[in-house]
């Protein structure tokens, strides 16, 4: 069920009269209704668009009420539908076996006008509820998802420092090391300030994630992520070249978008053998940016693309240093870019590299 849809209501009742004294008091007050004389014509009609509720008959030839509810239980995408049994029977076991079939409520016939409507609109308010907080939990564990996989690059190139250090791979007296030592402090601050505007963003979300559009510097944005990403990169021997002029701007919301540019250049990295390159650059494309990450990695399968681009199905695969990840990365990258109304396109081959491409607007 699509909440941004007008609600669509299905009733199924063998009887004519029924179907029809129902439908025009629904529509009456606003609603849309289908109406079918079976399960299977019911069946027929909720395969080519789904109903935001269903009013069921029990008593039916061919295939009860009940066996109708049953079967719409079965299937993951009509799960959701609340259906309400309209009923001629009031004794309780008849009650609780449309309730064991999947049923949220009952209306007993002859109805009336008024108890139809309301019990109509708090099923349709309930499960307009219920779906918000799911959104809102999908939310939730998208954004921990982020900072986790943000925060893990980072802080894994200042934990390789430390190591280092404490190996006694430095000497303490050296300029070298206090050089060092100030990398590494910019890289934890740098670290900390991600993982604040990461939580404060969170924090502000609420019930949905609320973008902040404005003129956005990209050319900063890069420049940031390649700093904090820099250590890993260096770890594996791999350059990263950039070809954005410094005033290069785009229309959209800055932490997503930074979040964008850190999960695919980290990806980048994972992907590419040591004495690798990473190659970032721009162009104009009409009203829109266009920026290109490329890679000579070992490049996505179809498969890989497919999962990701088309079904949005979860794909995790181990980096060239077996690097592991959550396989939720892209899937947030392709969500946001579409939030900041912009476009993601991948071009890859297996074996010698992939090159994303991101389309941002220029103005509102």
Known sequence: MDSNKEPYILIIDDNPMNLLIASKTLENIGYKTYTAESGITGFELMEKEIPSLILLDIMMPEIDGYEVCRKIKEKEKWQEIPVIFLTSMGDTENLVEGFRAGGVDYITKPFKAEELLIRVKNHLELAASRKKIVEMNRTRDNLYSIIAHDIRSPLSGILQTIDAIEQGYFDPCSENFKEI???????TFDTNKLLNSLLNWTTTQGQVIEMKYKTTNIRGLIDDCIQLLDPIAVNKSISISTDIPQDETAWCDEVSILTVFRNIISNAIKFTANNGTISI???????MLELSIKDNGVGMSDKAIQMIFEKDEH?????TDNEQGTGLGLIMVKDFVKKNRGKLTVNSTFGIGTTFTIFLPKTI
Do not use: V
């Open 181 to 187: 030592i100030h990398h590494l402090r910019t890289r």
């Open 315 to 319: 794909y995790s695969t181990s980096g």
């Open 281 to 287: 650059s721009s162009k104009q494309n009409s009203d």
